[in-house]
């Protein structure tokens, strides 16, 4: 069976996200900060009159800042009841992957990306990081509690 | 919810609407003189029911249906007429199927239920002749025909589909619904920006072509926003029972009478108004509608009449519940309040009917001699207000005593959009939604120093006599700290849980009707934030949680209650009934002061309609005689001469219901009195200390030691106001 990835880099990371899951990919948009709420999360955004609440994933991760001037890209992912936004640096492919080629994560993989990552899959060159999008702000919920 | 479940539900649904649909035919069956249209009907809904069922595989429901339809075909081809015999055991099979289908729904199996009896009865009414003329060979192919239909359930699902409401009405999600209606605003959105953009431009086509898009959206937004509404006779539907229920219950003869049933309301409004309707409903019953003995000996017909009467009027639906019974006793209502505590015995005095009438909406107040088990506890009233308040609607009581009372509630066509003040604060602007509202206040920089006091590290604001604590918007939001000491400052004054603050903000900027849409998962958690909502301009704008900014700032809690209060103690005995009072410059050029209780309102009078009577000098006011006086009432002052030019400045004061104009040279300001020596000699003026210098205070037995003769007794109309 083959899974298509939609993928994406933060820092020097290769992410991918289930391309069923993402509902599109659009450039820097303009967002709402909202007062109080975790660091990770840099606002709200108005797509076409859903609102989506937008996840810094450099921050997420434990990242440093992108340097200044450069805008993120947002890939919006589908979530059960609404959408969330992922801020990222670049857009990469589509790319196929064949379920034999997912493995599990391996367990150097360090900590705060470590619970977002569902399977890792080897590329030629590079280390695709398989995104479980569902819990992206689930954690980010019990960080906030605690 | 797997595929399998999804069937079930929709057959759930389908089956209950036509067993409902089947039971209005069956009724109508007896009377009918040409029955097989309804029988068809009947026919097609028991054939649905037995087909699905057998392709889901509940055999009881499917054995059941099969009897049942056996029966009705036999009907269907004139073998049989229907008898109420018939009818009976048909309804009894819609009865069983319910059954069937209620404990489906529940836990998903048909359950123990067994109707041998019925089916028996099923088959035997069935397998007799009641029309002789009927051959049994029709018998035999009608069988052989359902047997037919049997073995293609497909074909009985469209037949099914095909009944006649199905032809005007389908079901649709609300969430399908709350997209539609997001989507729309959007194009609303989109549509202002091309109107901006094609009003400059000249070519014709394109004009022509967003007017037509202009018009379009307008009609699509009103199309979409209908498809939301749901007449309110929906929930009136079950009162005509409950009042029956209620009137039995309290030994009462009570007539429903209601108007407006196809009055349309957002269905979340609906769900949100059952409640307190069906509360005030009750207390009307209870306590309104008198038993008939008492009716009939205070000249009433001995069946109390209550009325629902609900319309659409300025943008808002009104519904309002009248009964023609006892009225409440505002005198009642003021010993009660006092009793209680709920007010001072002062304000209770000086409170109109009106006022005291809508005091029943306070916590833990109830008239009712004893608590019956209908209503009476206390509980009911106050919770009506803060539901209906919650919606953004107001309530409001009217009392005749003898001849009944009205209660009017008022509320938005939909909760989707609310009508909210725009601020900004940080750069960032924020919505806070008008209901909380109470007033807004404008400081400039000295009155910012002067007004604003800090004790236990809260900020307070003295606001006409009262202590408001105020919570500054961008610190809370980890924004600015507080504005510079001589800075303007603006002060939204809020309301929530009976209790008020004040919100520092940094710019006013508008009111705007916004589309309230709920804030992501993750953002829940933030307490300050009730929503979110789309601007104009197309960017959103955060809507605050007046609670929860109240809580988050601790303004409710109870520490900060506990020093508030011990302020305000210190604030009292420093000036001993910190009363509010209102400044004036008397014609002879005196300040002084009068209690702002005392005030009812501020006229002009033009000097030529001033009359005399006697030594007196009067004028019409408002369809009454107005006595006016000039302060200080000294021999002198009563000869003070007007001048014909310019209008007079009056004051008209109210105490116990008699009203009296004071003539003064100028309106002041309001202000507190601050330091007093009220134990002066007899006969001189009490003098205080209001806003740094010595005024005179107008004192309340010198109003009242102006003789009876010059007050005079109001009118009804007068009271009222």
């Given at each position: 069976m083959v899974t298509q990835f939609c993928t994406f880099n933060v820092g020097n990371l290769l992410f991918g996200v289930d391309?069923?899951?993402?509902?599109e990919v659009m450039r820097y948009q303009e967002m709402t900060r909202v007062p109080l709420a975790s660091p990770m999360i840099r606002g709200i955004i108005n797509l076409r009159g859903q609102l989506v609440t937008a996840v810094d994933m450099r921050r997420r991760l434990g990242l440093p800042e992108a340097s200044e001037g450069t805008l993120p890209m947002n890939v919006i992912v589908r979530r059960e009841d609404d959408a969330i936004s992922l801020l990222v640096d670049e857009i990469g492919d589509v790319i196929d992957v064949s379920a034999e080629a997912l493995e599990r994560p391996p367990e150097t993989l360090m900590g705060t990306a470590r619970e977002l990552i569902k399977a890792v899959c080897q590329l030629e060159g590079a280390l695709l990081l398989v995104l479980d999008a569902q819990q992206i702000t689930s954690v980010a919920d019990t960080e906030r509690a605690a | 919810m797997s595929e399998t479940d999804e069937v079930i539900q929709e057959f759930l649904i389908e089956s209950t609407e036509s067993l409902d649909r089947l039971d209005v035919d069956l009724m109508a069956l007896e009377d009918d003189a040409a029955p097989e249209k309804r029988i068809a009907n009947i026919f097609r809904a028991i054939h649905t029911i037995k087909g699905t069922s057998g392709f889901l595989a509940f055999p009881k429901v499917e054995a059941l249906a099969h009897v049942g339809e056996n029966l009705l075909s036999r009907l269907r081809d004139g073998v049989l007429s229907p008898t109420p015999e018939i009818v009976s055991a048909l309804l009894a099979m819609a009865d069983a199927l319910r059954g069937f289908l209620s404990h489906v729904e529940t836990t998903g199996t048909e359950g123990p239920a067994e109707h041998d009896q019925l089916v028996a009865l099923l088959s035997q009414l069935a397998s007799q002749e009641n029309l002789p003329q009927a051959p049994m060979a029709v018998q035999f192919v009608a069988t052989k025909a359902n047997e037919a239909e049997e073995a293609h359930p497909a074909e009985a699902f469209d037949e099914g589909r095909s009944g006649p409401l199905a032809d005007t009405s389908i079901r649709v999600q609300v969430g399908l619904l709350d997209k539609l209606m997001n989507l729309v605003g959007e194009l609303v959105l989109a549509r202002n920006q091309i109107l901006q953009c094609a009003a400059g431009n000249e070519d014709s086509t394109l004009l022509g072509a967003t007017q037509r898009l202009n018009l379009l959206t307008t009609e699509l937004q009103e199309g979409i926003m209908k498809t939301r509404m749901q007449p309110i006779g929906s929930i009136w539907s079950k009162f005509p029972r409950v009042v029956r229920e209620l009137a039995r219950a309290c030994g009462k003869e009570v007539e429903l009478e209601m108007v407006g049933k196809d009055t349309d309301l957002d269905r979340s409004i609906i769900e949100a108004i059952k409640d307190p309707l069906t509360h005030i409903v009750r207390n009307s019953i209870d306590h309104g509608i008198e038993k008939p003995e008492r009716r009939l000996s205070a000249g009433k017909r001995q069946a109390g009449t209550l009325k629902m009467h609900a319309f659409h009027e300025g943008g808002k639906v009104n519904i309002e519940i009248s009964d023609d019974g006892g009225g409440i006793d505002p005198v009642r209502v003021r010993a009660k309040a006092v009793e209680r505590g709920v007010v001072s015995p002062d304000r209770a005095a000086r409170m109109t009917d009106r006022e005291l009438v809508n005091l029943i909406f306070l916590p833990g107040f109830s008239t009712a001699e004893a608590v019956s088990n209908v209503s009476g506890r206390g509980v009911g009233m106050d919770v009506v207000r803060t539901n209906i308040e919650r919606i953004g609607g107001t309530v409001d009581v009217q009392s005749q005593t003898g001849a009944g009372a009205i209660v009017r509630i008022k509320i938005p066509l939909t909760l989707a959009i609310i009508p909210a003040l725009i601020v900004t604060a940080c750069g960032e602007r924020y919505a806070i939604p008008q209901v909380s509202l109470v007033e807004l206040v404008r400081l400039d920089g000295s009155e910012s120093r002067g007004g604003i006091e800090t004790i236990h590290g809260t900020s307070l604001l003295r606001l006409r006599g009262n202590l408001l604590p105020l919570v500054y918007l961008g610190t809370l939001l980890g924004g600015s700290k507080a504005p510079a000491e001589h800075a303007e400052i603006n002060v939204v004054v809020l309301q929530t849980d009976e209790r008020r603050f004040g919100l520092v903000v940094d710019s006013i900027v508008d009111t705007e009707e916004i589309v309230v849409k709920p804030l992501g998962r993750e953002l829940k958690r933030v307490s300050v934030f009730a929503g979110a909502t789309i601007m104009g301009d197309g960017r959103l704008a955060l809507i605050l949680d007046v609670l929860g900014i109240a809580q988050s700032a601790n303004v409710i809690s109870e520490a900060r209650d506990r020093a508030l209060k011990a302020a305000s103690q210190v604030a009292m005995t420093a000036t001993e009934e910190p009363a509010a009072l209102l400044l004036f410059r008397t014609i002879d050029g005196r300040r002084m002061a009068i209690p702002l209780g005392l005030v009812a309102r501020l006229e002009e009078i033009e000097p030529d309609t001033i009359e005399h009577a006697g030594s007196d000098r009067v004028v019409q006011y408002r369809g009454d005689i107005l006595p006016l006086m000039c302060p200080p009432f000294r021999a002198e002052a009563s000869s003070v001469v007007f001048s014909q030019d310019i209008s007079l400045q009056v004051i008209v004061c109210s105490e116990d219901g008699r009203h009296l104009g004071l003539v003064v040279g100028e309106i002041l300001d309001i202000g507190e009195e601050v330091?007093?020596?009220?134990?002066?000699?007899?006969?001189a003026t009490p003098v205080a200390i209001v806003q740094g210098r010595v005024t005179e205070l107008l004192d309340l037995s010198t109003l009242r030691a102006v003789?009876?003769?010059?007050f005079k007794q109001p009118s009804k109309l007068l009271e009222f106001h």
């Open positions: 391309v069923v899951l993402v509902q | 330091v007093s020596s009220r134990e002066v000699r007899r006969g003789p009876d003769s010059s």
